[in-house]
């Protein structure tokens, strides 16, 4: 009888373990031909496989940036920003980011762990930014740097994204050496039944083609009540002075926060 009971206690821990939900999927993009060859392979499956993996959370890069560059004394920092959006069926909450930046020579310069995007969740066919400006310590040349990668976890959720309404975006660039090199103003409605007072926003930066320039971050941490309106000014993090004059097109998600 002690035996019975402790092989259906195990049983139970193990159901148990497997009922616990998280991050429990990876994406990346170190390897591109991989997700090539899956795909193909998918297209092979039968009907009901495939109708088993459209609930499965899918989360891809769509758009990516980088560039390195070095300031009045000779410290060379990055700049790394992606495009994050929903390929899947299912609404997803993106866990942590980690962001590898590689030299031209297959050597890592550098990483940025524990990066998270705006906003967290993601309905099917919905965008999140993601950046981190940070310096490449060591390195001497910008030259060095050829691009960043990145590894992911995200996992399916029953949360609501919690998307606020933006309007009055207005994007600046510096004009003198003095100024942050781009800012992004606007305007951020609490366009929900509640008070939001953790207000995450991102702005991500465009070229006229499209190409992702940069992403801007910060947010309002004062309440904001149902209706009402409330200012936001992002120059964080550092983006490449270069990069300022070439964007046509800034594009702001904000959402609430809840703890």
């Keep these: 009888m002690k035996k019975l009971c402790l092989i259906l206690f195990a049983l139970g821990l193990i159901f148990s373990l497997a009922a616990c939900g998280g991050?429990?999927?990876?994406?990346?993009?170190?390897?591109?031909?991989?997700?090539?060859?899956?795909?193909?392979?998918?297209?092979?499956?039968?009907?009901?496989?495939?109708?088993?993996?459209?609930?499965?959370?899918?989360?891809?890069?769509?758009?990516?940036?980088?560039?390195a560059w070095k300031d009045s004394i000779d410290?060379?920092?990055?700049?790394?920003?992606?495009?994050?959006?929903n390929t899947g069926e299912v609404p997803i909450e993106i866990g942590?980011?980690?962001?590898?930046?590689?030299?031209?020579?297959?050597?890592?310069?550098?990483?940025?762990?524990?990066?998270?995007?705006?906003p967290s969740i993601v309905a099917p066919g919905e965008q999140a930014y993601i950046s981190e400006t940070t310096?490449?310590?060591?390195?001497?040349?910008p030259g060095e740097y050829k691009e960043t990668t990145y590894n992911f976890s995200f996992d399916s959720t029953e949360e609501n994204a919690n998307l606020l309404e933006v309007s009055g975006v207005k994007g600046i660039a510096a004009t003198d050496e003095m100024s942050s090199p781009y800012r992004v103003t606007g305007?951020?409605?609490?366009?929900?039944?509640?008070?939001?007072?953790?207000i995450r926003i991102s702005a991500a930066l465009l070229a006229?083609?499209?190409?992702?320039l940069g992403v801007l971050n910060g947010?309002?941490?004062?309440?904001?009540?149902?209706?009402?309106?409330?200012?936001?000014?992002l120059s964080y993090p550092e983006v490449?002075?270069?990069?300022?004059?070439?964007?046509?097109?800034?594009?702001?998600?904000?959402?609430?926060?809840?703890?």
């Design 23 to 67: 991050d429990n999927h990876a994406g990346d993009t170190n390897s591109p031909d991989e997700t090539s060859k899956q795909e193909a392979s998918t297209e092979n499956e039968s009907t009901t496989k495939e109708d088993e993996e459209q609930s499965e959370p899918k989360l891809e890069v769509v758009k990516s940036f980088g560039q």
């Design 135 to 141: 310096m490449l310590e060591g390195v001497t040349d």
């Design 208 to 212: 006229e083609d499209g190409t992702l």
């Design 75 to 85: 410290t060379v920092w990055i700049h790394s920003a992606a495009i994050f959006e």
């Design 187 to 198: 305007l951020v409605k609490n366009t929900t039944d509640s008070l939001q007072d953790d």
């Design 96 to 118: 942590e980011t980690q962001m590898n930046f590689k030299g031209k020579d297959g050597s890592i310069l550098g990483t940025a762990p524990m990066i998270y995007s705006v």
């Design 219 to 233: 947010g309002v941490d004062v309440g904001v009540n149902p209706g009402s309106e409330a200012g936001f000014d």
């Design 240 to 259: 490449p002075r270069e990069i300022a004059g070439k964007v046509k097109t800034v594009e702001v998600k904000a959402y609430g926060w809840t703890w």
